[in-house]
């Protein structure tokens, strides 16, 4: 253990220690608190360059890595993008703030000859061309520079599957405590942006799978709007709930790169740099009880935002146990259809789930930690056209979108907080993972925003609280997290412990 340290310091070469904070190698600055608009002061005065970012970056992939297992492929052409967004910069062509900065994807989003693999060893043969948010990136000069691990099929393969494994990346660590789990599914990429990896990645979620990995690794993470980000050549689950959305160490960086991922053109950069707390009325939605540190966090956040001026009014959010009867069997019904429509757009993979099914029991990799029983089940799955279905679909959506329009309305809300996530678990194959408090069904169900910021720790494990509105707030709730996350300041760089003492 302490010799590994001491390599990883060697190399680093930075003060405070690289493990614990974030540097890079003769920048001269640490890359933990770096955000992206002082990162494009630097790029624009000619102190910094997008080959010394993107190459202090591709350094802590090697080092830093190789205990936080979250990056399962680099773009070998990322330094020459990184130096042809110098040129651009050099002829004063510079395309925005996201221009030479290193982004990470969530390994189900489509890269053109790059991994997208969804985890899965079924997908090894690359896509021929890029999704629509890797369009986006790319128009908007972004270093693409690299591709994150991630629960395999997006956590929708087992019942009793672990958060952070794939057959093709392994397990992903938590990079507080590096036996506890980062949670699911875009582990990779919450866990990734937690250790300095990238200035900022891209996770998805369907319910659950941005927020949750970014409250158990510390960051800040976003699930935008149904429908604002393109979810065309994403690997899905259902269409109905699915988004891709940002992930990062700082909320005006989360906000700049919803500014480019939104096809509806928003800027949301503006949005995250005001002071809303004052005056505002925030509903919090406790969840007291399933975690004594959550809920501790939680009143210390409660404090917080009355300090600032802000009213707070304890709410439920009803409808819960109803949304959760339909949801997952209305999910597992789309499951079959979205991915087989997906699937036929990739050359070399199956085509079928029950393809998929075959290949796994053939492989030797894939189930050789948990099953496949979500996939057995959607196999079986009615048809969309099924009236259960129909009726399942729209009672989860419509009872979600009334849990909180309803609750926002009585109360004359601006917003509603609630705990993301308690400490991490540790890590277990065999048992699966030990979830004991969530709140995201209610925004993702119905389709709507809701963004999580760090928020306190329960010893060395992160713990983060979400802001949640209703239909197109997504400026609306970064806003209130760039305001929370001002007045609070409560994340930690990672500290890389093996273990909890």
């Not at 009793?160 to 980062?182: A, I, Y």
């Not at 935008?224 to 689950?237: D, F, K, M, Y």
Request: hydrophobic share 40%; with cysteine; charged share 20%.
């Amino acid at each position: 253990m302490r010799s590994l340290l001491a390599a990883l310091l060697a190399v680093l070469l930075v003060a405070p220690p690289a493990h614990a904070h974030g540097g890079g190698p003769g920048l001269g600055f640490d890359l933990d608190s770096a955000t992206i608009p002082q990162l494009a002061r630097r790029l624009d005065a000619g102190t910094l360059t997008s080959v010394d970012l993107t190459r202090a970056y591709l350094r802590r992939i090697d080092t830093v890595d190789r205990r936080v297992r979250s990056v399962v492929a680099v773009d070998p052409t990322a330094l020459g993008q990184a130096a042809e967004s110098d040129r651009r910069r050099d002829r004063g062509r510079a395309r925005g703030p996201l221009d030479g900065i290193p982004v990470l994807l969530k390994d189900n989003i489509d890269t053109k000859g790059l991994a997208s693999t969804a985890g899965s060893r079924a997908l090894r043969v690359p896509p021929r061309r890029d999704a629509e948010l890797v369009g986006r990136l790319r128009a908007a000069g972004a270093v693409v520079l690299g591709k994150t691990n991630l629960s395999e099929w997006a956590n929708f393969r087992s019942t009793r599957s672990t958060s952070g494994w794939s057959g093709v990346g392994g397990q992903t660590n938590n990079p507080h405590v590096l036996d506890r789990n980062p949670c699911g599914s875009s582990s990779g990429s919450g866990a990734a942006v937690a250790a300095s990896l990238a200035q900022v990645a891209v996770g998805t979620e369907t319910d659950g799978s941005i927020v949750c990995p970014a409250g158990q690794n510390g960051v800040v993470g976003l699930k935008p709007t149904l429908g604002a980000i393109s979810g065309e050549g994403i690997v899905p689950i259902s269409s109905r709930q699915d988004t891709a959305g940002p992930m990062a160490r700082h909320v005006v960086d989360a906000a700049i790169l919803m500014s480019v991922l939104d096809r509806r053109g928003g800027d949301y950069a503006t949005a995250a740099g005001a002071d809303v707390l004052r005056g505002a009325r925030v509903g919090v939605w406790r969840k007291a009880g399933a975690s004594p540190e959550a809920d501790r966090v939680v009143q210390a956040a409660v404090d917080a935002l009355r300090r600032s001026g802000a009213t707070v009014v304890d709410v439920e959010l009803p409808y819960q146990e109803q949304i959760d009867a339909v949801e997952f069997p209305a999910l597992i019904t789309e499951f079959k259809h979205d991915l087989e429509r997906y699937l036929a757009t990739r050359p070399g993979a199956p085509r079928t789930l029950d393809e998929l099914i075959r290949f796994n029991e053939r492989d030797p990799v894939e189930l050789s930690k948990f099953g496949q029983e979500l996939f057995l089940a959607a196999r079986d799955a009615p048809p969309l056209t099924d009236p259960t279905y129909r009726q399942q679909r729209d009672t989860a959506t419509g009872l979600a979108r009334r849990s909180i329009d309803e609750v926002l309305a009585a109360h004359r809300l601006d917003v509603v907080m609630a705990p993301t996530n308690s400490p991490a678990w540790r890590t277990d194959h065999a048992a699966g993972d030990a979830y004991v408090l969530g709140t995201s069904t209610p925004a993702a169900a119905a389709g709507y925003p809701n963004a999580t910021v760090p928020a306190g720790f329960a010893g060395p494990l992160p713990i983060g609280v979400s802001f949640m509105a209703g239909r197109d707030a997504d400026a609306r709730v970064l806003r209130f997290a760039a305001a929370f996350e001002h007045t609070t300041r409560a994340r930690q760089a990672p500290r890389y412990l093996p273990a909890l003492p």
